[in-house]
């Protein structure tokens, strides 16, 4: 008699536990939609759901919630930080040093309105395209240091080259300089506490970012703090693609790590201690604002600047709506080199449109990448703008890490944002804008150069690449939105 009990509990228990979980698939598809996204973004994560039930509800729970109503910090706190990085009116941190074109001074309008963005005149910058040349010159301003150091990096690893920059951080700790280091959670997985233990014990402050614990930061997973940021007395900065790993200067068995950072010189390194200020504060709750970290600084140089951060927290999606305008702007020549090809259908569309009205578009992407499935989804996109007349070049150098835009003879960019869905959506990112006719020539020639090493691909050619590859292009991309 029990056994003939036990079916039908067994039955009801089952169809319980199937009706709940259609439920919630629908629920959670219903929430999606109110989100009102980017449709794509939406379809995307939908889909998803229907084909991989479970796994993709769990992965929903991980990597699909948004935080845009959430703030980093207080509105009164942030006019704090602006009122520190203007303090000295002589600076004219409100006009142009140089006659800048009607096109750049709209783009330094915009990124006031998105986020309080000041212009910074008259600094000095000294672009790396190495990283042995970079890490030179950081390790020497950090020897130099006499105040304060302040680091950010996704990546900060204990190999040869971040124990060498561990243990003179240490020494400079113990010689009474004040360091404080931000790095990601999970960009930083592989690397074992005891080498940021180390560095505790020597009295360095170094706090992970978006620390993830289970189950209370499980859904925060997703969004990491990419940016790379050092700010030496307040007086010299750095900027860029670079995190502090050996394969920087080293390369890969397969080619050199081809990436750009700045050098900076002048009153733009405000700009970049109120960065670093406001992320120490949402991870700390310490609120960095004291005068001795905005010491007087010199004009010393010719490239006006911006300094633009970004992130999945707040009203705006401030760098990804600034490279729109820039683009948008462009009249002459728009030159892009990202290592991750995957633009908003806005950016698309603009690159599309430029190309079709005859200014000179090249976008520069690795031939060979570090990620299979993002490679896959990058090149998805190549024939629909090889069709509007974008010319496409695959470095074949090494794996090409640079993130650079460069518009006309006026306007740059470089930082930490690739051009792809998770710079633009879910990463912290920062990115300086340049305003000069020099520095813009510098990154076209850097640019010229490179496409020594690439090969350029051409409509037809592409045409004739294999089925097999287009399929699997095809299904990345479906994919690409939430990657």
């Given amino acids: 008699m029990f056994g003939t009990f036990s079916y039908p509990w067994s039955d009801w228990l089952y169809f319980g536990i199937y009706t709940g979980f259609i439920l919630t698939i629908i629920f959670t598809s219903i929430v999606i939609v109110l989100e009102n996204r980017n449709p794509v973004k939406s379809l995307a994560w939908i889909v998803v759901l229907v084909f991989l039930p479970i796994g993709g509800f769990i992965l929903y729970l991980f990597f699909g919630q948004q935080y845009r109503h959430t703030r980093m910090i207080s509105k009164r706190k942030r006019r704090i930080l602006q009122k520190m990085s203007g303090n000295t009116a002589h600076l004219g941190v409100s006009k142009p040093g140089n006659k800048l074109s009607p096109e750049s001074q709209q783009q330094i309008q915009l990124g006031h309105q998105l986020g309080g963005t000041q212009l910074f005149v008259h600094n000095q910058i000294e672009i790396f395209t190495d990283g042995e040349s970079k890490f030179k010159a950081l390790i ?178 401030e760098i990804a709506i600034s490279f729109l305008k820039a683009i948008a702007n462009a009249r002459e020549c728009i030159y892009i080199q990202t290592p991750y090809f995957l633009p908003t259908d806005s950016l698309l569309k603009a690159l599309q449109a430029a190309a079709l009205a005859k200014v000179d578009v090249r976008l520069m992407i690795p031939s060979h990448s570090d990620s299979r499935l993002l490679q896959y ?107």
């Avoid at 790095?183 to 620390?211: L, N, T």
């Avoid at 794996?399 to 990463?427: C, P, Q, V, Y």
């Fill in 377 to 483: 989804a990058s090149q998805s996109y190549l024939k629909e703008i090889l069709r509007a007349g974008i010319k496409v070049y695959f470095y074949q150098g090494g794996f090409l890490h640079a993130k650079s835009l460069i518009i006309d003879n006026e306007f740059s960019s470089l930082g930490s944002t690739n051009f792809d869905f998770r710079s633009f959506d879910h990463n912290f990112e920062i990115n300086a804008f340049l305003y000069s006719p020099e520095t813009n020539a510098q990154m076209k020639k850097i640019f010229i150069n490179d496409m020594r090493q690439c090969r350029r691909i051409t409509l037809s050619r592409w045409k004739r690449r294999p089925l097999a590859t287009k399929v699997a292009e095809s299904f990345a991309r479906l994919m690409s939105p939430i990657l």
């Fill in 140 to 317: 020497k301003d950090i020897s130099g240091a006499e105040t304060f150091i302040h680091l950010q990096y996704y990546i900060f690893a204990n190999d040869k080259l971040g124990k060498s920059i561990q243990q003179l951080l240490m020494e400079k700790a113990r010689q009474g300089v004040k360091i404080r280091i931000l790095y990601d959670d999970v960009g930083c997985w592989k690397v074992k506490s005891r080498f940021f233990k180390e560095m505790r014990k020597a009295g360095i402050e170094i706090k992970p970012f978006f620390k993830v614990t289970f189950p209370q930061l499980a859904n925060k997973l997703n969004y990491r703090n990419h940016r790379k940021v050092s700010v030496i007395d307040g007086k010299i900065g750095y900027i860029g693609g670079m995190n502090i790993a050996d394969r920087y200067c080293d390369g890969l068995s397969w080619g050199i790590w081809r990436d750009t950072h700045a050098r900076i010189k002048g009153p733009a390194v405000y700009g970049l201690q109120s960065a670093f200020s406001i992320d120490w504060s949402f991870t700390t709750r310490e609120f960095l604002s004291e005068a001795c970290y905005y010491p007087p600084v010199e004009e010393c140089g010719d490239t006006d600047m911006q300094i633009l951060t970004s992130g999945p927290l707040g009203e705006w999606k």
